[in-house]
């Protein structure tokens, strides 16, 4: 079959995969669940997280819960890539349910941070999985112009369980046991497994020779997924979470150990890229994908929306229930402004490019609230009124709002015409943004840690560090009342100087958006645009 025949057997197969009415609304639905069960994972933690480290007496380690599933996550989203260019994205989306289950499950019984981080570990695994068959499923079954809506719906109910997520985590730490943050995945998942495997059909993935569908072809497919960048992925980014985590928090920067991993990460990218080149068309992340310099730029720019998400998601209620001295509850309900603005702004932006058909403005418009609301988050104190900061989360939210969504929907109209590369296109993408939010997470704790050091030497000389470092809630039950002034300054200033890492972040997220072909989305049946990709010269 000849390259020209091939296109237009991945046009058709395109088009044959799209639903509408109530099939399409009935698959709608089982994302929706699926959606639910990774944001709640992700989020419910969030209120719960300082009362945990707290508890199992490993505050040092608290960024690695969240970091070590987002590393397993990161380096599975690329494995996962290729195999749903040889599986039905259902059936993988049911397995890596399962997966992300068992690892729910070994959080739920840990009695250590090692135990925790491990069990963490695994959900990441199956979370990569659920992340990209859900956005390949939404590649199959809508139309391109149908996207950005209903992208904007399933990242409206990610910042949904966004805001339910730290209310049940913060009651069932304050009311029963935080175990029951990883328990309550259990009866969920459940859920999320019956509604995909009862409403959602199994589709040959795009692009897929239809030639080589007998259990033998597809055998050797597998058996030529590209491990060897899978390896090598992981190992660089393991390589690069270690010294971010050792830097500055448990080992000095100039430490021999922190130098290595350095090192070593970058040799082994550089082992990657090579290797990468060699296999050819093969490859995890084919070269095909590398096709512009706009490519580049959308990866950038993902890596740098949830590099600095994550950072306010995990450090705001810091501030809250640590020097607010607010329960986790309440300090769930306390970063309320910034998840319900997140939400109507997702929503938003997704109606607004489903109906004018461009996704670039919201690109740009994003980084400057960024830069503003970290630069307003830098000027609290001890006396900054609630007010004032629920109107500082809402400037900040709309980075979010405006840019996660719409990165996501820039790699699906880069791809509009080479489905075979949209699985994988896909999953580079999203490693690129998980990625982002494990440095970010690991940078934000380097230098939290080292500016708590130095400010607890200032403000609180006597503290005891084994609590004013490890078990910061307990500051107000186990320490005396005349410290524990100098121990909330040590950390406002440090929490300060965490939240200013925003404003470069949005400069380098401008510039990159610079980059961004501003191509308009076309819908179905209409007469195609002049050309509407305005990329720079």
Request: some cysteine; glycine content about 8%.
């Amino acid at each position: 079959m000849d390259h020209h025949g091939s296109n237009a057997g991945d046009e058709v197969q395109a088009q044959s995969t799209v639903l509408t009415g109530k099939r399409l609304w009935a698959v709608f639905v089982a994302l929706l669940f699926t959606v639910l069960l990774v944001a709640l994972d992700q989020t419910i933690l969030a209120t719960a997280l300082p009362r945990i480290a707290s508890d199992l007496n490993g505050f040092t380690l608290q960024a690695w819960v969240a970091t070590s599933f987002i590393l397993a996550q990161s380096t599975f989203l690329l494995v996962f890539g290729q195999v749903l260019r040889i599986f039905s994205a259902k059936w993988v989306l049911l397995a890596t349910i399962g997966v992300f289950e068992l690892g729910s499950l070994v959080c739920a019984l840990a009695n250590s941070m090692g135990t925790l981080i491990a069990g963490r570990t695994v959900s990441g695994v199956g979370a990569a999985g659920m992340f990209v068959s859900m956005l390949q499923v939404i590649s199959q079954a809508t139309r391109l112009e149908d996207r950005p809506r209903y992208m904007g719906m399933l990242g409206g109910v990610f910042a949904f369980s966004s805001i339910i997520g730290p209310l049940i985590g913060g009651a069932l730490t304050d009311h029963v046991t935080w175990r029951w943050c990883f328990y309550l995945n259990i009866p969920v998942g459940g859920a999320s497994m019956a509604v995909i495997a009862i409403l959602l059909k199994p589709v040959i993935p795009l692009g897929a020779d239809l030639a080589k569908r007998s259990r033998k072809d597809l055998w050797d497919q597998v058996r030529n997924i590209d491990f060897v960048a899978a390896v090598l992925a992981s190992g660089s980014v393991t390589c690069l979470g270690l010294a971010l985590q050792w830097g500055g928090n448990t080992k000095s920067w100039n430490d021999k150990a922190v130098i290595v991993t350095f090192v070593f990460a970058g040799l082994v990218a550089i082992a990657l890229i090579l290797w990468e080149r060699h296999v050819g068309d093969t490859a995890m992340a084919p070269l095909g994908i590398f096709k512009s310099r706009s490519i580049y730029a959308i990866m950038l720019y993902g890596f740098l929306n949830r590099f600095t998400q994550l950072i306010f998601a995990y450090y705001l209620p810091i501030l809250y229930q640590v020097v607010r001295h607010h329960s986790a509850t309440r300090s769930g309900i306390d970063i309320l402004p910034m998840l319900i603005s997140s939400i109507v702004l997702l929503i938003g932006s997704g109606i607004l490019v489903g109906k004018f058909g461009y996704y670039y403005p919201f690109l740009v418009a994003a980084p400057p609230f960024l830069a503003v609301g970290s630069g307003l988050f830098y000027s609290i104190g001890l006396t900054t009124s609630s007010a004032k900061l629920a109107g500082f989360q809402v400037i900040l939210s709309a980075s979010t709002g405006l840019g996660m969504q719409n990165s996501i929907v820039a790699i699906q109209v880069e791809f509009k015409d080479e489905p075979k590369f949209l699985a994988q296109a896909q999953s580079v993408g999203s490693f690129f943004q998980f990625l982002g939010g494990m440095v970010g997470l690991s940078v934000a704790e380097a230098v939290f840690a080292s500016e708590l050091t130095k400010f607890l030497a200032r403000y609180a000389p006597n503290a005891p560090a084994s609590i004013a470092r490890n078990s910061p809630t307990a500051i107000y039950t186990d320490l005396p009342a005349v410290l524990i002034p100098g121990i909330v300054k040590a950390y406002i200033e440090s929490l300060r100087v965490v939240y200013l890492i925003g404003v470069p972040v949005a400069g380098l997220s401008i510039l990159a958006a610079l980059f961004i072909k501003n191509i308009k989305i076309v819908k179905e049946g209409s007469a195609p645009a002049k050309e509407a990709d305005l990329e720079k010269s």
